[in-house]
T-cell receptor
Framework: GNSVTQMEGPVTLSEEAFLTINCTYT??????LFWYVQYPGEGLQLLLK?????DKGSNKGFEATYRKETTSFHLEKGSVQVSDSAVYFC?????????FGAGTRLTVKP | DVKVTQSSRYLVKRTGEKVFLECVQD?????MFWYRQDPGLGLRLIYF???????EKGDIPEGYSVSREKKERFSLILESASTNQTSMYLC?????????????FGPGTRLTVL
């Protein structure tokens, strides 16, 4: 069956550091891939997505590339800010199946 | 902007009580979902609905039921609450059933069963 495995946290970085959160997936077909972010006290919101192989999703300085050969969708940001502190979820959609990773908590310190 | 609202942010109930969690979306979305979120487990799908009066089981439907009488409203029901149902419950909706469709989430209801 389908599944998502993402890097365990928590991750603590200093402001302006480089961020990578690893995500790999297992799927029977060709799913769409997502990164969602959850800020304290809120629900999840879409950060970026990619719907086919080699697509790159990007938003707010975050990027992730759909790599079919390595079944990965790693999240990166060149310079994190304190305001990026949140929990990040990798997810795949091959409807009706929707799978989420366990979440990675990121804390950015000034 | 899409808005998904949930009836309560925090709820405390006793074992054996019947619990109703309400979710309303205001963008005429076809599909609605209920998840529970637990530390280290991510989000797990309880039930989803593709249309009014339609429902499908997710991965963990045991102990739960749902109701969708109107397009904008999707209710999660715990028939007899138990302590292992203490969790964060998230509702979500999407416009279409396409695989690239974004899910829009409510703020969540943190349920504690004593």
């Amino acid at each position: 069956g389908n599944s998502v495995t993402q890097m365990e946290g928590p991750v603590t970085l200093s402001e302006e550091a480089f961020l990578t959160i690893n995500c790999t997936y297992t799927a029977t077909g060709y799913p769409s891939l997502f990164w969602y972010v959850q800020y304290p006290g809120e629900g999840l919101q879409l950060l970026l997505k990619a719907t086919k192989a080699d697509d790159k999703g990007s938003n707010k300085g975050f990027e992730a590339t759909y790599r079919k050969e390595t079944t990965s969708f790693h999240l990166e940001k060149g310079s994190v800010q304190v305001s990026d502190s949140a929990v990040y979820f990798c997810a795949l959609s091959e409807l009706p199946d929707m799978r989420f990773g366990a979440g990675t908590r990121l804390t950015v310190k000034p | 902007d899409v808005k998904v609202t949930q009836s309560s942010r925090y709820l405390v109930k006793r074992t054996g009580e019947k619990v109703f969690l309400e979710c309303v979306q205001d963008m005429d979305h076809e599909n609605m979902f209920w998840y529970r979120q637990d530390p280290g487990l991510g989000l797990r799908l309880i039930y989803f609905s593709y249309d009014v009066k339609m429902k499908e089981k997710g991965d963990i439907p045991e102990g739960y039921s749902v109701s969708r009488e109107k397009k904008e409203r999707f209710s999660l029901i715990l028939e007899s609450a138990s302590t292992n149902q203490t969790s964060m419950y998230l509702c979500a909706s999407t416009l279409l059933a396409g695989e690239g469709d974004t899910q829009y989430f409510g703020p969540g209801t943190r349920l504690t069963v004593l």
